[in-house]
Each structure stands twice: as C-alpha cells, then as structure tokens.
C-alpha cells in the first residue's frame, strides 16, 4: 500500500514555501522576527537609534536595563505586549508604545487646523536660515529607518517615520506647521511630499524632503495671507459692497485651489480656503462652516472641474447668504478693482 503520507511529511520538513502555504500564514518564528523588524528596524533585531543622553531613562520603570523584551501575539500595527525578564521566577510588567520615547509622544496630538487664527503667519512667526535648516535636516535622519518595510511589510515602518517627523515639526515649530504633508494626493497644495510609503526612503533624500514641504507650506500660507488682506471688504464697506468682495473672493479663492495642483480632493482644500478667509475677515467659526456648506450645496465634485458660471453661482450665494444683498454686477466704478483681483 502507498503511503501518502510520508511524501508529504519529506516536502513540509525541507520546503518553506509549501509551509506556508498550507498554513496560509508566517509560523510563529517568523511572526516574532516580523515584530522585531518592526520595533528595531532591522532584520537583525539591533537597536540603530543613535544614543542620546538621559535615554536611559525612558526604560519602562520596574525592568532592569538589559533584560529581554519579548512580545506576546501576532506581528500588528501596535506593539502592545509583555515585557518579562530572562529568569520566569522575575514577575511580567505590561508595557504600552505610547511611553516609549518617540517624538509622537512627547509633543502634543495636532489639534487641527479649523480657524485661521492657527494658522496666520501674522500671529506665528517663523524663523529660517541655514543653521536651522541644517539643525532639522538632522533631527529627520535620526528618525528614518535603516531598513525600510516596503510593500512586503506594509510600509509600517515608512508610516510611523511620518508620524515621528510630523511631530518633530509641530514640536519645533508650533501647530499650524503640521500642514507640511498636506500633499496634492489629497487635496493639498504640497508638492514636496506625497505620504510615508512613497516619500521616506534614504536620510538624506527624506530630509530634504521634509524642509521642501515645510518651506512650501509656509510659502503657500504667507501667498494666503496677502489674498486674504487683497480681498477682504473694507471695514466701513455696506453690506451690498460687502457682498460684492465676498463674491470676488469666492470666485478668485476657488479659482486659486483649482490651480494649486490638488488632485481629486481640490474641492476639499478650497472649502477650507474659503472658511479661512472668512475667519480672516470676522466671521466665527461655525458662521463660517455653516456659510460655505450652504453655497457650495455639492455642487464641487472630486475629479471634476467647475465651470465659471458654477464657480460665480456659488460666489454669489455665498455673498448672499452672509450678506441678505445680491453683489453687484458689472459696474464701472469697480473696474479697476477687477483688474486688480483678475491680475491673480
């Protein structure tokens, strides 16, 4: 009688591909150095962070410096586990990623972006030049993984790389710098960088990446700034030549996300342009929030360009729906202010 048996036997001993396969998952070895790679960066399991005084200080309390950290599960997107001495007579403590000494936690959560008044670089200074450019391009190397994931991995490790640069950045600069990865992917005027997966790759290359987007953010916010002071109504204007620059700035802030080079998402970038300027000019936030929902009523799509009689209908409803007065139209006296704004 053929024994079926032992071929099978012969093939799951000496064949990895074929163990894998009739599990269909990485066998609990494999799982452990996965996590490994994972936390160190490194095939090897060898810390490459270099050393920085006071590190030390940051072992969890209770576990000697030295012992063994090993890790209970399935290699995940959280390193949550249990950390144990080598003797098993030594009690286990629980540990969590959050009190490790990663960038991420020790600056604040971003808190958003909502109000231009986290934004204005009128109320946020920003100071530039060679040495800080230097001092920040070294911040970001220390944090790029010598070994990166790639798609094998999921880009775990290029995505937390982005979270550890995102808050160096708010750390040193303050909140409104956390728009610098607002990439044209989605919706945002950043060119200089795309996401973690597609633009952490060597120090180097990632660090100058990182000061190209910061400066490219600042650039765009200060372009804002003075749109927003060249739109603006005059503070002693009626409420019909309110409307009128309301209708204007619409129509040129609309005009401006469009050619920003956003892709699919540029209708979500000029909503929040729109709500900003008019944070810039007085309204409250949710004034503010309200008032652009209403005249822009869906009429902006992703992937879609408007056309102008669109672009000028939601300019208008706009004017009107802060105003209670239509905006004028086509009037002489206001020619050379349109050749001012159309000059944009």
């Known amino acids: 009688m053929l024994d079926l048996k032992t071929p099978h036997l012969q093939r799951l001993i000496s064949d ?6 009739l599990g269909k998952r990485l066998h609990i070895t494999e799982a452990r150095h996965c996590l490994l790679r994972m936390f160190f960066f490194d095939r090897r399991g060898e810390v490459r962070q270099h050393y920085r005084g006071g590190m030390e200080d940051q072992w969890p309390r209770g576990v000697p410096a030295g012992k063994t950290i090993r890790h209970r599960g399935a290699c995940g997107p959280r390193l949550g586990g249990l950390i144990t001495s080598d003797r098993k007579s030594r009690p286990a403590l629980t540990y969590n990623r959050d009190s490790l000494p990663f960038p991420e936690n020790l600056v604040p959560p971003a808190a958003g972006l909502r109000s231009w008044d986290d934004l204005d670089p009128a109320r946020h200074p920003f100071r530039w030049d060679a040495d800080e450019e230097a001092r920040l391009r070294t911040l970001v190397r220390e944090w790029v993984p010598p070994v990166l994931s790639g798609m094998a991995g999921w880009w775990q490790g290029e995505r937390w790389c982005e979270k550890q640069l995102d808050a160096i950045i708010r750390g040193r600069y303050g909140n409104w710098a956390q728009g610098w990865n607002w990439c044209y992917l989605y919706g945002g005027p950043i060119g200089s ?4 997966p597609s633009s952490v790759t060597t120090p180097e290359e990632t660090a100058a990446r990182v000061v190209a987007a910061l400066l490219e953010w600042r650039q765009w916010l200060e372009d804002m700034a003075r749109r927003f002071a060249e739109l603006a ?3 002693e204007a009626s409420p019909e030549d309110r409307s009128w620059h309301v209708e204007r700035a619409c ?3 609309v005009t401006v996300a469009l050619d920003s080079g956003a892709e699919g998402g540029w209708h979500g ?20 929030e309200q008032a652009v929902e209403r005249a822009i009523g869906g009429r902006f799509e992703s992937w879609v360009t408007p056309g102008r009689t669109v672009i000028e209908s939601v300019g208008e409803d706009l004017a009107v729906g802060l105003t209670g007065h239509a ?15 159309d000059r944009g």
């Open 193 to 196: 960088w795309v996401t973690g």
């Open 16 to 21: 990895d591909d074929y163990r894998r396969m």
């Open 327 to 341: 905006p004028y139209q086509d009037h002489r006296d206001r020619a050379a202010l349109e050749d001012f704004h």
């Open 233 to 235: 109504p005059p503070p």
């Open 269 to 288: 970038q000029a909503a929040q342009v729109l709500r900003w300027f008019l944070n810039s000019t007085g309204s409250d936030q949710v004034e503010a």
């Open 251 to 253: 129509v040129r802030l």
